[in-house]
């Protein structure tokens, strides 16, 4: 079982910048991938950002260039630093973890971003 705790959210005018941190704890083994999902009100949850244990990153394009994320794998942590955030980028962020190859299946709770003036 893997426990996954978001903190960080809150609310942010647009372009503005917020730092999402996530830890890790339980049965962690081998290499993982550790990423970041967002589900905007109304909508599905959705790909922003993902790491692999070896450092490498991908992004949803929306995000790309304006957040970046990183991990410290001695912590079991993930971060992601967002910058020039947009209303759309309002959405509840889940932390995940999952093997290379395997669909995400451990979430936490969430936090909540909000991008308002």
């Known amino acids: 079982q893997v426990q996954l705790v978001e903190s960080g959210g809150g609310l942010v005018q647009p372009g503005g910048s917020l730092r999402l941190s996530c830890v890790a704890s339980?049965?962690?083994?081998?290499?993982?991938?550790m990423g970041w999902y967002r589900q905007p009100p109304g909508k599905q949850r959705e790909l922003v950002a993902v790491?692999?244990?070896?450092?490498?990153?991908d992004y949803a394009d929306s995000v790309k260039g304006r957040f970046t994320i990183s991990r410290d794998n001695a912590k079991n942590m993930v971060y992601l630093q967002m910058n020039s955030v947009k209303p759309e980028d309002t959405a509840v962020y889940y932390c995940?973890?999952?093997?290379?190859?395997?669909?995400?299946?451990?979430w936490g709770q969430g936090t909540q971003v909000t991008v308002s003036s």
């Open positions: 790491i692999t244990s070896g450092g490498s990153r």
């Open positions: 339980g049965s962690i083994f081998g290499a993982y991938f």
């Open positions: 995940t973890l999952f093997s290379p190859g395997a669909t995400p299946s451990n």
